[in-house]
């Protein structure tokens, strides 16, 4: 068993494809329109057949709540390996992604969490 599709909910598809490919540099797999939604996922260019991130759309009651608290906690939707946290946050800075912890060393891992713009906290994170 393996990870297919994942997702993170986003308030706006269009500006989330773009905030995911354009600053994050995932690529876009699927954009299928749906008569509104679209089945929107991105993929790692590092991994082109690997698993896919949905962006999904929050329109659903019961998302905006589950969001608003995950985020009001300081808790992160998805979480991303990178090789170095600190060079992503300085690349990630440079573009104007708000950071909400800053490069943190916690045992056998480094990690930052930014927003994504979309209503989500995402945590980057390097093993030692």
């Known amino acids: 068993m393996r990870v297919y599709i994942t997702s993170v909910f986003v308030d706006d598809q269009q500006k989330a494809q773009d905030f995911y490919t354009s600053v994050l540099g995932f690529t876009t797999k699927h954009d299928v329109p749906m008569g509104g939604p679209r089945w929107l996922t991105v993929v790692s260019p590092e991994q082109p057949d690997g698993a896919e991130l949905l962006l999904e759309p929050d329109g659903h009651p019961a998302v905006k709540p589950y ?6 906690d300081g808790i992160p939707a998805a979480s991303f390996q990178v090789d170095d946290v600190q060079k992503e946050y300085e690349r990630l800075s ?13 045992g056998p891992v480094t990690t930052a969490v930014f927003d994504d713009t979309c209503g989500n906290l995402i945590q980057i994170v390097t093993p030692a």
Do not use: I, R
């Open 67 to 72: 969001k608003d608290a995950l985020v009001a």
């Open 94 to 106: 440079a573009l104007g992604v708000v950071f909400t912890q800053k490069p943190l060393e916690s």
